[in-house]
């Protein structure tokens, strides 16, 4: 379990090897992901997703660089663990 502060910005976070995998359990997060990968088709892109209690979500990434930000008034948390 993870928490972050109203505007507190958490990352850039990779694994080479294992896979992130997490849900925001209060608040509300926007999570960025950034595919670093040279030999990938999406390769550059950036894409953001915003999880919490006005959108529930399971997120599972492999071999990105993530990042997460509060957009919630008040303390947000979400829990993680890896493969």
Not at 27 to 43: E, N, P, Q
Not at 50 to 69: D, E, K, R, Y
Request: net charge positive; glycine share 8%; aromatic share 14%.
């Amino acid at each position: 379990m993870t928490t972050a502060y109203p505007g507190v910005v958490k990352g850039w976070h990779y694994h080479k090897k294992q896979a992130d995998n997490m849900a925001v359990v209060k608040g509300m997060m926007k999570i960025v992901l950034y595919d670093g990968r040279k030999d990938s088709a999406t390769f550059g892109e950036i894409n953001e997703i915003f999880a919490g209690c006005h959108n529930l979500l399971w997120c599972i990434f492999q071999l990105l660089f993530t990042m997460v930000s509060n957009v919630f008034p008040r303390r947000s948390y979400s829990n993680q663990y890896t493969d």
